[in-house]
């Protein structure tokens, strides 16, 4: 399979990260200190030290090599244009102020820096023509919840979660997640218990206190990562807690004891899993917290920097339901997978945070949306977040309620799906989850596209597994993929795979009409239709649209309408 040509063009635009034009910095009229942060400004001691984080304007430069260069000859470009237009800034302020100011740690990822100064200082500073933002050092969160300590050793087997995404079904195929590596950002990791013990990748970072071995001093990353990759799937380990269990996790501690940290500390633990792309293939990024505002664009490039290096950023949403508006950064990027939680039930939990994402320049960029329909609807897909069953500290194991639960299933989904076909890029892995959800025909602002159900997705991707794994118990969909909103005994609408075959099955003769769409309601293709018989029918697409252009891999619907019949369903072309 091939990269999606959408994703190519966003190869060699993305470079419009926060770099700068490296110049002389002057002064200029208007200040860029961010809302909240001029009120803390105002609030402050006018001698209290004060840290910040100081971002640069957007680069302008040629873009159009990007795409032939390879990922750490990316990096190593990214890294040097960063740091050669925050170098003549640095330069005059530490000529210009003195020891009024330090200057702290200095990224690329999101190319900036951090600066510390008391409040008549930085604004003095914020009025330098190259400076695009000057935000507070706020912090990150985890999202509340606490383990409930199980009475005794969990029932052996295969959790009612697990199960409930359809995992084994691709385990009883040799679809384990195999050598998939994903980075991991959280309060830590136990490694040493007996679910992960074979699951580390021996690459590890702590921003909080810079031990150099893994350790969680919270719990919360044990049970998040625990989901993921926990067990040993249809081995013989008891506890098969984990989606993927052949996978691999790279550790980041970004959050402290209490489950907090700082953007600062944030921003190290994410460049580090950049900088590790160069020589390890990270292929999922996953995160179960969130910032201190629902509007902060900080961390949005940082989101495009990972999809430019093939790297899928999955996010918890929040527990902050079931108010409107609660998804929380950065889960709430176009450019970031969000996951909401659902219960065993498949009903959207209470306390799920809810969408839509806020209106706002960065919400706005549509050449990096993962979702081309995108209409700020998140979250993008939901998957089990109460009671679930997972490791935590001291060799034990815990349920848990939370959206920081749910994530985890979906990083593991995409590790599943990665590892039968390691080209699939971020999109590809996007759309064949959201199909596979199946559950919305287009999303909502509870569940998105619906529950993931992996077996489905990954039919969706190999259509030649079909009828090599029974659906196991607790999966509670069938194997098909696409479904119709059809009554009874008015037919039904099958899959299409990547063979480009659409199945449908009329209970009698009818005259019919088939047309292909796109997610904006668009006419794409009208496909023959005619006198079909009553049984089952099926009818290629070969890709290409009414012009004979060739269409852009991504979600579409196929649409049949006849005498008393109208059947939607939705599909995935693939290049």
Same mark, same amino acid.
């Given at each position: 399979?091939?990269?999606?040509?959408?994703?190519?063009?966003?190869?060699?635009?993305?470079?419009?990260?926060?770099?700068?034009?490296?110049? +002389?910095?002057?002064?200029?009229?208007?200040?860029?200190?961010?809302?909240?942060?001029?009120?803390?400004?105002?609030?402050?001691?006018?001698?209290?030290?004060?840290?910040?984080?100081?971002?640069?304007?957007?680069?302008?430069?040629?873009?159009?090599?990007?795409?032939?260069?390879?990922?750490?000859?990316?990096?190593?470009?990214?890294?040097?244009?960063?740091?050669?237009?925050?170098?003549?800034?640095?330069?005059?302020?530490?000529?210009?102020?003195?020891?009024?100011?330090?200057?702290?740690?200095?990224?690329?990822?999101?190319?900036?820096?951090?600066?510390?100064?008391?409040?008549?200082?930085?604004?003095?500073?914020?009025?330098?023509?190259?400076?695009?933002?000057?935000?507070?050092?706020?912090?990150?969160?985890?999202?509340?919840?606490?383990?409930?300590?199980?009475?005794?050793?969990?029932?052996?087997?295969?959790?009612?979660?697990?199960?409930?995404?359809?995992?084994?079904?691709?385990?009883?195929?040799?679809?384990?997640?195999?050598?998939? $590596?994903?980075?991991?950002?959280?309060?830590?990791?136990?490694?040493?218990?007996?679910?992960?013990?074979?699951?580390?990748?021996?690459?590890?970072?702590?921003?909080?206190?810079?031990?150099?071995?893994?350790?969680?001093?919270?719990?919360?990353?044990?049970?998040?990562?625990?989901?993921?990759?926990?067990?040993?799937?249809?081995?013989?380990?008891?506890?098969?807690?984990?989606?993927?269990?052949?996978?691999?996790?790279?550790?980041?501690?970004?959050?402290?004891?209490?489950?907090?940290?700082?953007?600062?500390?944030?921003?190290?633990?994410?460049?580090?899993?950049?900088?590790?792309?160069?020589?390890?293939?990270?292929?999922?990024?996953?995160?179960?917290?969130?910032?201190?505002?629902?509007?902060?664009?900080?961390?949005?490039? +940082?989101?495009?920097?990972?999809?430019?290096?093939?790297?899928?950023? $999955?996010?918890?949403?929040?527990?902050?339901?079931?108010?409107?508006?609660?998804?929380?950064?950065?889960?709430?990027?176009?450019?970031?997978?969000?996951?909401?939680?659902?219960?065993?039930?498949?009903?959207?939990?209470?306390?799920?945070?809810?969408?839509?994402?806020?209106?706002?320049?960065?919400?706005?960029?549509?050449?990096?949306?993962?979702?081309?329909?995108?209409?700020?609807?998140?979250?993008?897909?939901?998957?089990?977040?109460?009671?679930?069953?997972?490791?935590?500290?001291?060799?034990?194991?815990?349920?848990?309620?939370?959206?920081?639960?749910?994530?985890?299933?979906?990083?593991?989904?995409?590790?599943?799906?990665?590892?039968?076909?390691?080209?699939?890029?971020?999109?590809?892995?996007?759309?064949?989850?959201?199909?596979?959800?199946?559950?919305?025909?287009?999303?909502?602002?509870?569940?998105?596209?619906?529950?993931?159900?992996?077996?489905?997705?990954?039919?969706?991707?190999?259509?030649?597994?079909?009828?090599?794994?029974?659906?196991?118990?607790?999966?509670?969909?069938?194997?098909?993929? $696409?479904?119709?909103?059809?009554?009874?005994?008015?037919?039904?609408?099958?899959?299409?795979?990547?063979?480009?075959?659409?199945?449908?099955?009329?209970?009698?003769?009818?005259?019919?009409?088939?047309?292909?769409?796109?997610?904006?309601?668009?006419?794409?293709?009208?496909?023959?239709?005619?006198?079909?018989?009553?049984?089952?029918?099926?009818?290629?697409?070969?890709?290409?649209?009414?012009?004979?252009?060739?269409?852009?891999?991504?979600?579409?619907?196929?649409?049949?309408?006849?005498?008393?019949?109208?059947?939607?369903?939705?599909?995935?072309?693939?290049?």
């Amino acid at each position: 399979m091939t990269i999606d040509n959408r994703l190519h063009k966003f190869l060699i635009i993305i470079f419009a990260l926060a770099m700068a034009v490296p110049a +002389i910095a002057i002064y200029g009229e208007d200040p860029v200190i961010s809302q909240n942060f001029e009120l803390d400004l105002e609030l402050a001691n006018p001698e209290e030290d004060i840290d910040c984080i100081v971002i640069m304007k957007n680069v302008t430069r040629d873009k159009s090599g990007d795409e032939a260069l390879s990922i750490p000859e990316r990096i190593n470009l990214y890294r040097r244009l960063a740091f050669e237009s925050q170098e003549p800034l640095i330069r005059e302020l530490r000529n210009e102020l003195g020891t009024e100011i330090k200057i702290g740690e200095q990224f690329w990822v999101k190319n900036s820096f951090r600066l510390t100064g008391k409040p008549r200082t930085i604004k003095r500073i914020a009025r330098k023509k190259d400076i695009k933002k000057i935000s507070r050092n706020g912090g990150i969160r985890m999202f509340d919840g606490s383990p409930v300590q199980l009475s005794g050793p969990p029932p052996a087997g295969i959790p009612a979660n697990i199960l409930q995404v359809a995992s084994q079904s691709c385990w009883d195929v040799g679809v384990n997640g195999r050598n998939i $590596i994903i980075g991991h950002t959280d309060t830590g990791v136990d490694y040493d218990h007996p679910a992960l013990s074979n699951s580390f990748s021996g690459y590890w970072f702590d921003a909080i206190n810079g031990e150099p071995r893994p350790y969680d001093d919270h719990g919360h990353g044990t049970h998040t990562i625990g989901t993921v990759l926990g067990g040993d799937g249809n081995g013989s380990f008891p506890y098969d807690i984990g989606v993927a269990p052949e996978a691999k996790w790279v550790g980041v501690k970004v959050m402290n004891q209490d489950g907090k940290g700082t953007y600062e500390e944030c921003l190290k633990g994410l460049q580090f899993l950049a900088e590790l792309k160069a020589e390890v293939d990270i292929k999922i990024v996953l995160g179960s917290w969130s910032v201190d505002n629902r509007k902060e664009d900080l961390f949005y490039d +940082i989101s495009k920097t990972f999809l430019s290096l093939d790297m899928l950023p $999955i996010f918890a949403v929040g527990n902050s339901g079931p108010t409107v508006g609660t998804a929380e950064v950065p889960a709430n990027y176009p450019t970031v997978l969000a996951v909401g939680a659902v219960d065993q039930n498949n009903q959207v939990a209470s306390f799920s945070s809810r969408g839509p994402a806020p209106d706002l320049e960065a919400w706005n960029i549509s050449e990096f949306w993962l979702d081309t329909a995108w209409q700020f609807t998140k979250p993008d897909m939901s998957a089990p977040g109460v009671a679930v069953l997972s490791s935590t500290l001291d060799d034990s194991y815990a349920l848990w309620n939370g959206s920081s639960m749910a994530a985890p299933h979906v990083a593991g989904a995409a590790a599943l799906l990665i590892s039968h076909d390691r080209s699939l890029s971020p999109r590809d892995v996007y759309d064949l989850l959201a199909i596979g959800a199946g559950n919305n025909f287009m999303p909502d602002n509870e569940v998105g596209w619906g529950v993931i159900n992996i077996w489905d997705s990954l039919l969706l991707l190999d259509p030649s597994l079909r009828g090599k794994s029974e659906p196991q118990p607790g999966n509670k969909k069938s194997a098909t993929v $696409i479904r119709a909103r059809a009554e009874a005994g008015k037919g039904s609408l099958g899959s299409l795979g990547s063979s480009g075959n659409i199945r449908f099955a009329l209970p009698a003769t009818n005259e019919i009409s088939i047309g292909i769409y796109d997610l904006a309601g668009r006419l794409v293709k009208t496909l023959p239709g005619g006198t079909y018989t009553s049984g089952v029918h099926s009818i290629y697409w070969n890709g290409y649209d009414n012009s004979g252009r060739r269409s852009n891999a991504g979600v579409y619907f196929v649409r049949l309408s006849g005498v008393d019949m109208n059947l939607t369903g939705k599909l995935v072309l693939m290049h």
